[in-house]
């Protein structure tokens, strides 16, 4: 992660003010500064046994969200809670009910964090789904339906840390977006996000100065891919070598690793980064991959960070259990982040871009803006070995060998695809950096009027 740079405040330093001061319990919600920015700070105490929620607790929760609304600043919830208190009743669930509409409300206007430091049990653990990023401490564990309620309706003993704890949510659902150490740790995190998101959706992210040359050569990204077609790479290298020095954030590392989500800058500018990972099922698309990329798409969208996609795809992972899970559904989801878009869009294909996964990695016709390819891009519905496969089942060795040839000669280059308008510019892999950057300075100002409706339909 970056380091922190401490964004100097106009004047005299703004006190905190403190938010339902009055409501007794555990739970304290501050209008803060954070590293020099204005947040809505609502935390529950640290203690080693965690508290059950009240309503009181649920009223000072919704003063920070509604605060946070009104005042158009950032939102984080540091949570340590046992889940609702049985003995209340249901007013805690009407209270959390209550918090949970208000941060849906914020959805898209503010960026919204959850720092999860203990147990988020219950229903209102679902409000760690409802924000923008969620950290969670190596001593959390997070679930809807704890261990006793598995074994009563499943008969499966299983323990709080294998049902959700912060390394399996990690690796196996995706919720955090990091997994840290303590809550000091966690803060720093919000920090590092903040770092490239504006305070609300009508603002552009602040600056970075820069240190990095726009203008600067970067061969070392192309000479990372390797000659054979099915060779591995980790293209969080190519990434580095073209994104501004020390500035990338990857974000749900851990899940998904088929495809990369991550911040960075590019001369100064915080941009959002997508890019298929070839070390994990050779890039391809999968469920989870589709989500974590579609999400990450929508909130580079709603807070006006450009849009750079690495694309280097074999296609959709095959496989019938995948299918019956929804791949149709699911990778409708990415598509229809794209295809919402209206902030810059930037797209390099690497290297493969074969079939439907073509088009869902922001394709020409998808709508971005620039489209580039280094000039060993493959871009077709599959590859030639493939395509023989299905076209010259019955001929020789010979005969395949020689449609392969010349399949690759007519259609599996930049060249065939700029003629027809798919590539605005096939470019030297050392000049990557380049021309982002001066793509990004063509599109600073770029504006889009959208039909006025209550909102899309997205393909949940």
């Known amino acids: 992660m970056p380091e922190t740079r401490e964004t100097p ?4 330093e703004v006190p905190d003010v403190d938010l339902a001061a009055g409501v007794p319990g555990p739970v304290r919600a501050v209008i803060r500064n954070l590293a020099g920015r204005r947040v809505v700070w609502v935390e529950f105490e640290a203690s080693e046994i965690a508290p059950p929620l009240r309503s009181p607790m649920t009223d000072v929760m919704l003063a920070g969200a509604e605060a946070a609304l009104a005042e158009r600043l950032p939102f984080v919830m ?12 249901i007013a805690p669930l009407h209270g959390w009910g209550r918090v949970a ?10 960026p919204t964090f959850a720092i999860v430091d203990g147990p988020a049990v219950s229903g209102p653990a679902l409000i760690l789904g409802l924000v923008d990023f969620t950290i969670m401490t190596e001593r959390s ?14 008969g499966v003993d299983v323990t709080k840390d294998e049902l959700g704890s912060a390394g399996a949510l990690d690796r196996h659902a995706g919720l955090p977006c990091a997994v840290v150490a303590d809550r000091e740790a966690a803060a720093q995190a919000v920090r590092d996000l903040l770092d490239y998101l504006p305070d609300h959706c009508d603002t552009e992210p602040a600056r970075w100065p820069v240190t990095d040359a726009p203008d600067r050569l970067c061969p070392e990204a192309g000479e990372l891919i390797p000659e054979s077609t099915t060779g591995s790479y980790d293209v969080r290298e190519v990434i580095d070598a073209v994104v501004d020095a020390d500035s990338l954030n990857e974000v749900r590392g851990r899940w998904a690793a088929n495809i990369v989500t991550a911040f960075a800058t590019v001369a100064g500018r915080p941009v ?4 298929n990972q ?3 099922l050779a890039g391809t698309l999968d469920i989870p991959a589709s989500q974590k990329a579609a999400r990450f798409v929508a909130t580079c969208d709603a807070f006006n960070l450009p849009i750079i996609t690495l694309v280097d795809t074999p296609g959709f992972y095959p496989g019938k259990d995948l299918e019956w899970k929804g791949m149709i559904r699911h990778g409708a989801q990415l598509v229809f982040a794209y295809g919402r878009a ?5 797209c ?3 290297r493969k871009s074969y079939g439907g996964a073509y088009i869902v990695m922001d394709s020409k016709r998808m709508g971005n803006d620039i489209c580039m390819a280094w000039p060993w891009a493959e871009l077709a519905v599959m590859g030639a070995g493939q395509a023989a496969a299905i076209l010259q089942r019955r001929a020789s060795d010979e005969e395949r060998a020689a449609f392969e040839a010349d399949y690759s000669e007519r259609l599996l280059n930049p060249w065939t695809a700029a003629e027809r308008g798919y590539v605005d510019a096939v470019i030297d892999p050392a000049d990557t950096r380049r021309e982002v950057a001066a793509a990004l300075d063509m599109l600073a100002d770029k504006r889009e009027q959208l039909v006025r409706r209550r909102h899309g339909n997205t393909p949940l």
């Open 9 to 12: 405040m106009s004047g005299t």
């Open 278 to 280: 070839p070390l994990a």
């Open 342 to 346: 209206t902030v810059p869009r930037i």
């Open 272 to 275: 959002g980064v997508v890019a």
């Open 78 to 89: 540091v949570v340590n809670s046992a889940g609702a208190d049985i003995a209340e009743g």
């Open 348 to 350: 390099v294909i690497l």
């Open 141 to 154: 564990y997070a679930f809807v339906n704890g261990p006793v309620m598995v074994r009563q309706f499943t």
């Open 101 to 110: 509409r208000v941060l849906t409300r914020c959805s898209g206007v503010v």
